[in-house]
């Protein structure tokens, strides 16, 4: 089994309870005791991290390569914002069992795309991470705006109105779709009144704000939602698109283009959209 860990500020959803990821703090020790412990226990960690929020992971994930002089943890980023990257991370741990270390750090692109994250806001003016039109930029200094921004494998901002208090989801989740979301103030209920109907949500659940959501919205007031699939098959159907074959170097089962442990890419043989096949990975290999 391979330790799922997360860093720094990602508060659990409590969707699996029994098998969350392990939160380790950003302090340098406090990382590196619980990665020893990590790989004592289970042989290999997989560190996701949100992509955006990444420096501090890698350089924890870099330092503990080196002290720990092993290979066998990865750092992993995910695209995607607080909420929605706290459930993936604890779906990673729920597969975990199931699943060899190498493809299980490939999967948490497969399953962020399986997930539908955004969030309703009043201004789109300091958003950084979802790329926004210069119409909407202006609209944001206008009284009454208000977005429905989408981020994850199809990011995009939508103005809301009264008339149209949500856009038409790109997709919906395999039933039954279950909804988290975080909001307070007058934006509490739209989750349950608004966003719920139009996903056609079998429940809503109200969790505590990620510590993190303020910095990826760039606004205080948001409403921030994930909904995913309830399904017990959706992770088997998740697992079933992994396409793996052993490193060339370490023997690890791997699914992606590089190794996400010793650092080899995969032969243009077995994956044409690699890069070049170095002589040797790098020591440690870089997370």
């Known amino acids: ?50 992509a955006w929020h990444a420096d501090a992971a890698v350089r924890l994930v870099r330092r503990a390569r080196a002290l720990l002089d092993t ?56 958003l950084e991470h979802v790329r926004t ?19 994850g494998a199809e990011p995009g901002v939508h103005r809301v109105t009264a008339a149209r208090p949500v856009p038409e989801p790109p997709r919906r989740p395999l039933e039954p779709v279950l909804l988290l979301a975080s909001a307070d103030g007058p934006d509490a209920a739209w989750a349950d009144e608004r966003l719920a109907p139009a996903l056609r949500a079998a429940s809503v659940t109200s ?28 992770l088997s159907r998740a697992l079933a698109v992994l396409r793996c074959a052993p490193c060339p170097w370490c023997g690890a089962e791997v699914a992606g283009p590089r190794c996400p442990f010793c650092g080899m890419a995969r032969p243009a043989a077995a994956e044409p959209a690699t890069a070049e096949t170095p002589s040797s990975p790098p020591r440690n290999g870089a997370p």
């Open 71 to 126: 290979d066998r943890v990865a750092a992993v980023g995910v695209d995607l914002p607080p909420l929605a990257f706290s459930v993936v991370a604890d779906q990673l741990a729920f597969v975990a069992p199931h699943v060899p270390p190498g493809a299980l750090a490939c999967l948490p692109g497969v399953l962020a795309a399986r997930v539908v994250a955004g969030a309703r806001v009043r201004s789109v003016a300091r």
């Open 133 to 151: 039109g210069l119409r909407q930029h202006v609209a944001s200094y206008l009284p009454g705006s208000a977005f429905v921004v989408l981020a």
């Open 207 to 234: 969790v505590p704000a990620q510590p993190l959501a303020d910095a990826y919205w760039g606004v205080r007031g948001h409403a921030e939602f994930a909904a995913f699939s309830g399904h017990p098959d959706d």
């Open 1 to 50: 089994m391979t330790a799922v860990i997360t860093v720094g500020a990602v508060e659990p959803t409590g969707i699996v309870p029994d098998s969350a990821a392990l939160r380790l703090p950003d302090d340098a020790d406090a990382f590196l005791a619980g990665a020893e412990r990590a790989l004592d226990e289970h042989g290999a960690a997989v560190v996701v991290h949100p």
